[in-house]
């Protein structure tokens, strides 16, 4: 038994969460890759509904190992909140550990992201201003700070260097703040975060390989954010796909196993960039609001549209996907007709069947209609009950995208999921 690997296949919040909490007890591991509190995974059972942000998805099993990776970025202010909120669940949690090359978002990090969007004005990104932009320019401009730095003696020397650094750079930028308060509360969490075991998570993943144990890599984000496949510059600032959990574990190419990619049943985006099923009318004021769909981090609500087959194929091939997973199939209920987009057209009327390089707002989509379902399907107690249509878009997904659809999610509940 490998590696397997979980992400998702849109632009994000695909249901990550709910899919690695229920596929956990299959799992020795469950193993953070990339992002960081920009993420928001949500997780109901048993009456409860919790958003976990850096903490991976399977924090909530007796006997799993938690692990945030190395291309992890890790706020402390906001691990430290997780924490408590976790703590105040009253219930057991299991094991926590993080790399110790897992990079800090310093205060200032937050600072630069507000400063840098507030200078984009109407091109802003819609970043989550969770400093994630920043603090991966660090990394790769060989400035960042890492778990591991914490409990080195020169620490706070690295820390101002690296603010002064910052606030440098917030000089060319009108923008005003108050650091004081913000410094001294992300010391303070620093506490926490020293509480965990900070390991050489490379080494000790290859150990677990060797022992045969078995390991899910849990992605956030999804590929269409990814920050050389996505619709750049609209992205995040990490790899989001299979790559990633490689580069974000320590982890060889060939010791990769599974790929399960999710998608929901429709798409939705938050955040500026190109959205071509984007669904400006009654449809997709439906789907938001049925579908609940608000940002689990930022509580911005996200832009609905139909299923897009050319950016579902994209996103299969970069991540060599071998299962697909999709989601909130039960949002779809009472929708007369369900359109897919199979291709587009452009603006010389020339068929284009993958996003391009050039600026994708123009892509007209091209949909194939498929008559929808009325029964609520979050009632369901077996797939089989499922009216025909629903068997219907499923096989057409399938025929479509050449990769079994194993799981059908039908609500947010662990109980709402079916295995085929
Ligand atoms: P950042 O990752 O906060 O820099 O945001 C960059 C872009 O990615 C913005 O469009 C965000 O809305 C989007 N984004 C970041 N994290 C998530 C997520 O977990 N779900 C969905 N969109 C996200």
């Known amino acids: 038994m490998k590696v397997d690997v979980l992400l998702g296949l849109q632009w994000g919040d695909e249901g990550k969460g ?19 509190p920009n993420a928001g995974h949500t997780l109901e059972f048993d009456g409860i509904k919790h958003v976990l942000h850096t ?9 799993i190992i938690n692990l945030i990776g190395n291309g992890v970025v890790i706020d402390p202010v906001i691990f430290e909140n997780e924490i408590n909120s976790l703590n105040k669940l009253n219930l057991e949690i299991s094991e926590l550990v993080i790399s110790k090359k897992a990079h800090l978002i310093l205060p200032t990090h937050k ?18 201003l969770k400093g994630i932009g920043p603090t991966y320019m660090d990394k790769t401009g060989r400035n960042g ?15 101002t260097k690296l603010k002064n ?16 308060e913000l410094e001294n509360r992300w010391f303070k969490s620093l506490k926490t975060l020293k509480k965990f075991k900070h390991i050489e998570s490379e080494h000790y993943l290859h150990n677990c390989i060797r022992d045969g144990k078995k390991i899910l890599a849990e992605g956030a984000q999804g590929t269409l954010l990814d920050i050389d496949f996505g619709s750049y510059p609209f992205v995040t600032s990490s790899n989001t796909i299979t790559a990633g959990a490689c580069t974000g574990l320590g982890i060889a190419p060939n010791q990769i196993n599974d790929v399960f990619g ?45 299923i897009d087959l050319p950016a579902l194929k994209y996103a299969i091939n970069i991540n060599g996907v ?36 050039e600026d994708n707002e123009d892509l007209q989509p ?47 509940d662990r109980k709402q999921t079916f295995f085929r």
Not at 26 to 32: K, L, S, T
Not at 338 to 353: A, E, Q, S
Not at 396 to 409: A, F, G, M, V
Request: hydrophobic share 35%; net charge neutral; charged share 30%.
């Open 262 to 306: 999710i998608f929901k049943a429709y798409c939705t985006r938050v955040g500026s960039g190109p959205f071509p099923t984007e669904l400006d009318d009654e449809i997709g004021e439906h789907l938001g609001k049925i579908g609940n769909e608000f940002g689990a981090t930022t509580g911005r609500s996200r832009r609905c549209g139909w």
């Open 366 to 412: 091209i949909y194939k209609e498929l008559k929808g379902w009325h029964k609520n399907l979050m009632e369901l107690e077996n797939l089989s009950d499922a009216p025909k249509e629903v068997h219907d878009y499923i096989s057409y997904l399938e025929n479509e995208l050449k990769i079994p659809i194993k799981i059908i999610s039908v609500g947010p």
């Open 18 to 36: 709910k899919i690695v909490d229920v596929l956990t007890n299959n799992y020795d591991i469950i193993a953070r890759f990339q992002g960081g």
């Open 322 to 357: 071998t299962q697909l997973i999709m989601m909130k199939s039960d949002v779809l209920s009472g929708i007369e007709t369900i359109k897919v987009c199979t291709h587009y057209m452009n603006n010389d009327n020339k068929r284009i069947d993958y996003l391009p390089f």
């Open 55 to 63: 903490i991976p998805s399977g924090i909530f099993h007796k006997g």
């Open 111 to 128: 600072l630069l992201d507000a400063a840098s969007e507030q200078a984009k004005g109407k091109n802003k990104i819609g970043s989550t």
């Open 165 to 180: 650094k910052h606030t440098e750079l917030l000089k060319f930028f009108d923008f005003e703040y108050k650091l004081d």
């Open 145 to 159: 700070l890492r778990v591991g730095d914490i409990k080195s003696k020169n620490f706070n020397e690295k820390y």
